[in-house]
């Protein structure tokens, strides 16, 4: 017999698997005592979540949400969302901010930045979501983006030229790290060479795009 909720562990956070063939109050009554059970090696700590097994709403993730901290104390910092093409991406993402969130200097937003829309955050921020033509978003830290960017960024934005920007896919209207702007066209080209994640950074006096990863 299928397990009704299983809770896998890893170095990003932890996987729960729901049963997709059950009630969801079922689950969450046995979500409530696996956690509860397992309250103490928990406690205090700080990670994401993903979810598998069965496709949940905004509604029943929060239910979720409150029961894993309300019984645990886990500072959850993000859901992550099943994606082969973007785990590369989840898991680099959430690995670099985690060490911030440590620190208590980071920020999670969860949703596309639209047209017309700002976001500022005085220290490093993680957006799940694209960042559309038109929207804009700047950083004192880093600017990790799960998703794609057309809009235009400005890391550092306090001066900080040691502040990076990462995202899927880069094409932006418009790329600042400190005082350093990027030339758009030279950005687009190295875009193109580059396959997966990128990941922007200042050499000298100017921006220079790498692999995220190897």
């Known amino acids: ?33 696996k956690f509860r059970s397992g309250a103490r090696f928990f406690k205090g700590a700080q990670m994401a979540v993903s979810f598998s097994g069965r496709p949940l709403n905004r509604t029943e993730e929060e239910q979720i949400l409150d029961i894993i901290t309300d019984t645990t104390g886990v500072d959850i910092v993000c859901i992550i969302e099943h994606d082969d093409k973007n785990e590369i991406m989840y898991k680099s993402a959430v690995e670099q901010t985690l060490l911030n969130m440590q620190k208590r200097d980071g920020q999670f937003y969860r949703g596309t930045l639209k047209k017309r829309q700002i976001l500022e955050s005085d220290s490093s921020i993680v957006i799940l979501g694209d960042v559309e033509p038109g929207a804009r978003v700047a950083a004192k830290g880093n600017i990790i983006i799960v998703g794609a960017l057309y809009g235009a960024v400005h890391a550092g934005a306090s001066g900080d030229r040691d502040a990076y920007i990462v995202a899927l896919s880069m094409q932006p209207k418009e790329l600042r790290i400190g005082d350093i702007e990027a030339k758009r066209q030279i950005i687009y080209q190295e875009s193109l060479s580059i396959q997966g994640p990128k990941i922007a950074v200042v050499d000298g006096r100017r921006i220079y795009l790498d692999p995220l990863t190897d």
Do not use: C, N, W
């Open 1 to 33: 017999m299928e397990r009704l909720v299983t809770i896998k562990s890893s170095r990003y956070g932890m996987d729960i698997h729901l049963a997709p063939e059950v009630s969801f109050d079922i689950l969450l009554e046995d979500l409530q005592a």
